[in-house]
C-alpha cells in the first residue's frame, strides 16, 4: 500500500513538471466532455481545442479573465484566503455566489479534474489544492496564465482562446480587441449557462463591467507583474 500511496502523491507532480514545458494535447474537461458525446451517441460530436502560446494570444483576454475572475493573481500563490472566507461565509448565510477559486486553482480543475458533486467534489477540491500547490511552486505565473486560456471552456465543448476566437469572431486569438476578450471573460466560470454569441443582459452588463476593470487594474501593464 506505501507504494501506491507514494505514486498517488508522485503522479500529480510529473504531469506538473512535465506540462511546464509541454504543450497539453487535452484536458481532463475535454476528455469528459467527448465521452459524454460519445456515450449519447454522438459520434459527431469533437471539441474545438486550439493551442496559441501567450504571445500568440491578444493581451485583452488575459487581462480579461484576470479583472472578471482573479485580480490578485499576481500577488498570492494559489489560495485567495479573503477570497474563500467571504465565499464561505455567504454561504452559510444561504446564499449562492461564485466561489473564491484563483485562476490557479481553476486551471488545476479545468486541466487535471473533473466538476464532481456531492463527496467526489470535496475529493475533486483536495485534488485541486494539491495539483495548485505544485503548479505555483514549478510554474511561473505566466505559464499559469497561457494555460488557463488555453483550456478555459468558453461554450459547449469549445475549449480555449484561438478555439473561441475563431468560433464566435471568425479571428485569430491574437486579435481580440477589448470589448470581444471582455465578453469571453464574462461567460465564465459558467460558459453552458451563458453565451458569447447570444449575450443576455446579464453578460452584456458583466462584460462592460469587466472592461471596466480592465483598466482600472492597468490594463495590459498588470501583466508586467507576472515576468
Do not use: C
Not at 467534489?121 to 488557463?148: Q, V
Not at 465564465?188 to 454569441?197: F, G
Request: no cysteine; proline share 4%.
Amino acid at each position: 500500500m506505501s507504494w501506491l500511496l507514494a505514486f498517488a502523491l508522485a503522479f500529480p507532480v510529473v504531469q506538473v513538471l512535465a506540462l511546464r514545458v509541454v504543450e497539453p494535447p487535452f484536458s481532463s474537461f475535454m476528455l469528459i466532455r467527448q465521452m459524454d458525446a460519445w456515450r449519447a451517441g454522438d459520434w459527431r460530436f469533437r471539441t474545438a481545442y486550439d493551442w496559441r502560446d501567450l504571445q500568440d494570444i491578444s493581451p485583452h483576454l488575459p487581462v480579461a479573465v484576470i479583472a472578471a475572475e482573479d485580480q490578485l493573481f499576481a500577488e498570492h500563490r494559489g489560495f485567495d484566503r479573503g477570497a474563500i472566507e467571504k465565499a464561505m461565509q455567504t454561504n452559510q448565510q444561504g446564499k449562492r455566489i461564485r466561489g473564491g477559486s484563483t485562476i490557479s486553482q481553476q486551471t488545476a480543475k479545468n486541466l487535471f479534474l473533473w466538476r464532481g458533486s456531492g463527496w467526489n467534489r470535496w475529493l475533486r477540491k483536495a485534488l485541486e489544492a494539491y495539483y495548485t500547490f505544485w503548479m505555483e511552486l514549478f510554474w511561473p505565473k505566466t505559464r499559469i496564465l497561457e494555460m488557463y486560456v488555453n483550456v478555459a471552456e468558453f461554450g459547449d465543448g469549445v475549449y480555449g482562446a484561438q478555439a473561441a476566437a475563431r468560433t464566435y469572431y471568425r479571428k485569430e486569438a491574437v486579435a481580440l480587441q477589448p470589448a470581444e476578450a471582455a465578453r469571453m471573460a464574462a461567460v465564465l466560470p459558467n460558459p453552458k449557462r451563458y453565451s458569447i454569441a447570444k449575450p443576455g443582459a446579464y453578460v452584456q452588463r458583466r462584460a462592460r463591467a469587466i472592461q471596466r476593470q480592465m483598466g482600472n487594474i492597468g490594463g495590459k501593464a498588470y501583466l508586467e507583474k507576472l515576468q
